[in-house]
């Protein structure tokens, strides 16, 4: 940092000088690729995040020392990422074998259960986070066993999808349920949040069925109803194959984005 990149004195949010601050809120970015610590067992989860991508959130929305949560830790990428920049972390993970690779990836707490049983009984001791920062479950993506992606991930031996506890968000067969559920999970969570504490949810709209179905967007109105929606940051996968869906019978999508939804505790 220069002499003359300092952090304003107003800021109390972060960390940032003014010329970080200002290139985190473009509304895109490209993140490529996957951990950097690739092994076996990070790259058996199917849907393990970059920890350097989460980083850059953290950074922006807490100061060092403060508290970051991820009910759907998976291998605890965000713990990495408050590991790397000096912030306290609290993961909770349903499946014990995910839960252990996060383990060994950092020292900060992970919790076995159901978020929705953990919030209730073990979570409360932890105090109040300035942000909450996940990805849960895209609904029912991982059971489309047919997806090019699906098949190479079987032939290399892979987890196609997390498993088959019937608590898994994963796991449930409508929208309208999946939504609620996850729905009153993230307006539980505005308890465990500071004021004005943020949550940030990385989600995608899905293909099923022969339609796309804007479950990122539905989240998104039924959450403004107690949260503030402060936008979207899109998250570019520029790195994926582009398949031939729908060619040459009609347009169906090579969806390789995702959206960052930040909301504020109102
Ligand atoms: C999209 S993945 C998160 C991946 C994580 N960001 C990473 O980098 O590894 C969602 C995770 O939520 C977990 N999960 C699903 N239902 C859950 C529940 N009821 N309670 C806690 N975790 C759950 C899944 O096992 C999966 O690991």
């Known amino acids: 940092m220069s002499d003359k990149e300092t952090v304003d004195k107003r800021n109390k949010l972060n960390e940032l000088t003014g010329r970080e601050w200002i290139r985190f809120t473009k509304s895109w970015f ?23 991508m989460i ?11 403060e508290k970051v ?39 900060l707490p992970v919790l076995i259960g159901d978020i929705r049983k953990v919030i209730k009984t073990e979570l409360p001791q932890f105090g109040k986070f300035s942000l909450c920062i996940t990805s849960p479950p895209y609904w029912r993506i991982l059971k489309k066993f047919k997806d090019y992606n699906q098949q190479e991930r079987s032939k290399k031996g892979l987890d196609l999808k997390y498993g ?9 067969e409508t929208k309208e349920k999946f939504l ?9 969570i505005i308890d465990l949040l500071e004021e004005r504490g943020h949550l940030v949810i990385f989600i995608q709209n899905i293909r099923d069925k022969g339609e796309t179905i804007p479950i990122a967007y539905e989240l998104t109105v039924q959450l403004r109803k107690r949260y503030k929606f402060l936008g979207e940051r899109i998250w570019l996968q ?3 194959i582009l398949r031939p869906y729908g060619y040459p019978y009609g347009f169906v999508p090579n969806i ?8 504020q505790k109102k």
């Open 30 to 52: 490209i993140a490529d690729g996957k951990s950097t610590e690739i092994t076996h067992e990070i790259d058996s989860h199917p849907a393990s995040f970059p920890p350097t």
């Open 55 to 65: 980083k850059e959130f953290i950074e922006f929305f807490t100061k060092p020392g």
């Open 69 to 107: 949560l991820d009910p759907f830790v998976g291998t605890g990428s965000t713990l990495v990422a408050c590991n790397e920049c000096g912030r306290e972390g609290v993961g909770i993970e349903l499946y014990e074998k995910y839960a252990q690779t996060a383990m060994k990836r950092t020292n």
């Open 164 to 172: 088959e506890d019937p608590k898994d968000f994963g796991m449930i």
């Open 180 to 188: 609620a559920e996850l729905g009153d999970l993230f307006i539980n």
């Open 238 to 240: 520029n790195q994926k």
């Open 256 to 263: 390789h984005h995702h959206y960052a939804l930040i909301f």
